[in-house]
Structure formats: structure tokens, C-alpha cells
């Protein structure tokens, strides 16, 4: 017989995962639209024309590609198999691939729908995605995306707004001491001025935001050996171990910025969206200027975002920035500027376990549980499950006729927290017990008063 299994790297979500799940993402839903961002959904498989040469040569080799239907071996060159040149035997046999991530399909959305889209286009999309990755810890080749995206307009309100949502989302799952980090590319763009070294941007860029993981002397040495000047690595350092608030790292960098044209824009554009979080009635609590971020850089233009839960040893549970070439990947006459962020729904449920932030009664899937004592009762349960269902409170009928202790403890494992007792003498009398599973307090009540108390 087969020994039943999972693919490698997926997992299954039982009821318990899944309502903790549901509950991360009904939070965020329910933020997304408050700020207006409407729904967007996108096929699971998408053209590899559309999928291919967007995430760069190792993205390209991680994704899943899927066979075509029928005989997939018919237009294939039987050259290229003997020759093993598996790029060009892809090509005839896949034509279709699983998506890498949210943002390609949003671009390939925007585009096909441009005429028919009212801009500026706010839309959330929460949605799996797959990677031909090698699964490990915290890694998966199945995982959800929740990435919310303005696209078509250049106004930093969206980025005030970006930190608004974070924060509205972490207050409402619970989730007190976070820190937003944030740095922009005009401001990163500047410190290479610094330098004299605008050519080497990226080097630099890459060597940076490794600054917490080996340290400030192995990111010297890694800089030395990309060919930076020694000597002005101190002046480099000056600024990135300059402590204090947001603002007084913005007003310290005003100063080193005097010659730098890119590096002002990046500051006014923080400061703009520091002043706009101050007209929304919000303060700059949790957020911080970090000069090494550097996320994303062949693709962030602007502000950059990135967000860690302080006391949780998960990575980043959320980030994103500014990008002015998004649909460019398609049509490059097509130049949408736009915002967008992404929370990592995996991460967050992992963070929220380990700080045990999830609400008792989010693993809870019926408030009552009807308890029988002989037929006639389970035949009344029935009538009566239904007049409290539609009183807008979840009830469910111990299905089985069986010993009532063998119906609490279905009760207790699926953590319902209230139980009501139905007998013939229950019946009679219009009075069911009503017991509270955390306490085991009991009270006598009519099904009408059960209904009040419970709701």
C-alpha cells in the first residue's frame, strides 16, 4: 500500500491553524478596506512569456512550470533532448507556470485593463504563491502573499498612509512593540555620493544591508575588497552608526547632503511623509530611519519600508517601497508610479504563536454545543439548535445519540465554551442548563434567555 505524504514543501493547516490564519487575514482585510483598496484575484497559472525574465535568472529557475496537456513530447526537438539543452525542451513542452509572486500578475492586470481601471488604483490581493525553493525552516514552496498596492500616482500620502495600515493592523491583532523601518533611495543614492563612488552604487548597497548580520569590520573589508577608497569608509561609518530619533537623523544627514541633489529629494520625501502622518492625527511612534536598509533596490525608486516584530525571532514580517516602472515590464511606453507593501502571512502566524498574542476565542469554532440525553431530547436539540442559529450565534448538535460524558469532552477538545443540556425534564419544565465549559458555572434558563445571555 502507498505511504500517504505531503509534496515537499507544503503543509496542511488543520482547523486550529486555519481559524488563527482567518484571523490574521480577515485583521488585514478588514484595514485594507478601510483605506479604500479593493480586491483583486489572479489565476494560480500564468503564461511563462508573462512569468520569465522578470525576477532575473535565479527567479527564472524557480519556477514551476507545468506541463501542457496530452502529448506534451509532441513538438518537442528530439536534438535538444540528446543534447541535453533543457531551456529549449522547456519551451516546447510547458507554455504555462505557476505564479512566483502577487506583483508580476498585478502589472500584467494593470496593463491588459488600463482603459477600464480608475486611477489611482488601490487593490489588495492575498493569494498562494510557489517557488521551486529548497524547503527549510520558515520556508516553503507553497506560501501566501498579502500585498496591498497604489498604483498611478506619485503622492507620499500613500506612503503615510502605508504606515497608518501597519500600524492599524498590529493594534488590532494585538501586536504592541514593532518597529517600522523605513530609508529611501535618494537618501541611499546620497551616501554613495559621499563616497565619490555613484558607479558602485549597488556594491555598496548590497554590502550595507549586511550590516547586522557580520558586522561593521567584515562590511569593510567586503567594501575594500569591491574596490572602495579605505580612506573615506570613516565618513561612511560617521553616518550609519549616527544615533537618535527619525527626525535627528534627517536633520544630521541635511547637513552631510549640501552637494547632493538625490540626497535631499530622499530627505524632504521623509520628512514630507512624517509631516503628513502628523496631519492624520498619528505620531511617528515605531517608526524608524534606518540608513541600512536597502531592500529591493533594482526595483524600489522612492521610500522604502521594512517590518520587524521586536521580540520575535521571525525575520521582517512586512515590507515594501516605491517603484515608477511597474507596468514598464510589459510595455515600456507604460510608466505607472506607484506604492505597495506586502505582510507575510507565515510569518506573522509564526511571530503571534511564539509571543502567544492569538485570542482564546479565535481557535473556537461553535459558541454552543447542544448535549441530548435520549431521543425525544436529540429531536428537540434540533429545533432548538436552529432557533439559536438564527439569532446570529454558531450551534452545533452532538450527532450521535451516546453518554453525556462522551459529549463534553467533544466539546472540550473542539474548546467550545458553552454547553446547554437538554432532557425530558428540560422539555417539561422550558428550563435547559446552560454550562460554561472554562468555569463549569451552571444557571437554568428558557432558550430565549440563553440567546440574550450569550450574545
Not at 504555462?96 to 500578475?105: A, E, I, N, Q, S
Not at 540626497?263 to 496631519?279: I, R, S
Request: with cysteine; proline share 2%; net charge neutral.
Amino acid at each position: 500500500m502507498e505511504k500517504v505524504s505531503l509534496a515537499r514543501g507544503t503543509r496542511d493547516f488543520g482547523p486550529a491553524q486555519m481559524a488563527k490564519r482567518s484571523f490574521i487575514i480577515d485583521t488585514i482585510k478588514k484595514v485594507f478596506q478601510q483605506y479604500g483598496f479593493q480586491p483583486l484575484e489572479t489565476p494560480a497559472m500564468e503564461n511563462l512569456s508573462t512569468l520569465q525574465g522578470k525576477y532575473g535568472e535565479e527567479g527564472d529557475q524557480l519556477l514551476f512550470k507545468i506541463l501542457n496537456s496530452g502529448d506534451f513530447l509532441k513538438n518537442v526537438n528530439k536534438k535538444n533532448i540528446e543534447e541535453g539543452n533543457w531551456k529549449m525542451v522547456t519551451g516546447d513542452i510547458a507554455e504555462k507556470g505557476l505564479r512566483y509572486d502577487l506583483t508580476v500578475p498585478f502589472a500584467r492586470y494593470v496593463v491588459m485593463n488600463r482603459h477600464e481601471i480608475t486611477f489611482p488604483f488601490k487593490r489588495y490581493q492575498i493569494q498562494p504563491v510557489w517557488r521551486a525553493d529548497r524547503p527549510q525552516k520558515g520556508r516553503y514552496r507553497e506560501f501566501y502573499q498579502c500585498d496591498a498596492d497604489v498604483v498611478g500616482t506619485n503622492s507620499l500620502m500613500c506612503e503615510a498612509e502605508i504606515i497608518l495600515m501597519i500600524k492599524d493592523a498590529f493594534n488590532k491583532l494585538g501586536i504592541l512593540d514593532y518597529t517600522i523601518k523605513v530609508n529611501h533611495r535618494g537618501v541611499l543614492s546620497g551616501l554613495a555620493g559621499l563616497l565619490s563612488a555613484a558607479e558602485k552604487e549597488t556594491s555598496l548597497f548590497v554590502a550595507i544591508d549586511k550590516l547586522d548580520k557580520i558586522g561593521e569590520q567584515k562590511v569593510k573589508e567586503e567594501l575594500i575588497e569591491r574596490g572602495f577608497d579605505a580612506a573615506s569608509l570613516p565618513q561612511l561609518f560617521e553616518v550609519l552608526n549616527f544615533t537618535g530619533s527619525t527626525q535627528n537623523k534627517i536633520n544630521f544627514l541635511s547637513s552631510k547632503f549640501s552637494n547632493s541633489e538625490i540626497g535631499k529629494k530622499g530627505l524632504n520625501d521623509l520628512n514630507e511623509v512624517l509631516n503628513l502622518l502628523k496631519n492624520f492625527g498619528a505620531t511617528d511612534e515605531h517608526v524608524e530611519l534606518d540608513l541600512t536598509l536597502a531592500r529591493g533596490l533594482s526595483y524600489y525608486t522612492g521610500c522604502i519600508f521594512e517590518v520587524k516584530i521586536n521580540r520575535a525571532s521571525v525575520g521582517s514580517v512586512s515590507g515594501g517601497g516605491r517603484y515608477d516602472n511597474l507596468t514598464a515590464v510589459f510595455d515600456s511606453k507604460e510608466k505607472s508610479s506607484g506604492v505597495g507593501f506586502s505582510f507575510g502571512i507565515d510569518r506573522l502566524y509564526d511571530a503571534m504563536e511564539e509571543l502567544s498574542l492569538f485570542p482564546k476565542e479565535t481557535i473556537s469554532t461553535s459558541k454552543i454545543l447542544i448535549v441530548h440525553l435520549d431521543k425525544e431530547s436529540f429531536h428537540y436539540s434540533l429545533k432548538a439548535a436552529q432557533t439559536i442559529r438564527l439569532n446570529g450565534i454558531a450551534c452545533e448538535v452532538y450527532p450521535d445519540q451516546t453518554k453525556i460524558k462522551k459529549q463534553m469532552e467533544y466539546a472540550d477538545k473542539k474548546n467550545i465554551p458553552f454547553v446547554v443540556v437538554i432532557g425530558s425534564e428540560e422539555i417539561k419544565t422550558n428550563l435547559f442548563t446552560l454550562k460554561k465549559m472554562e468555569t463549569g458555572e451552571q444557571s437554568k434558563l428558557t432558550i430565549e434567555q440563553i440567546i440574550k445571555s450569550i450574545k
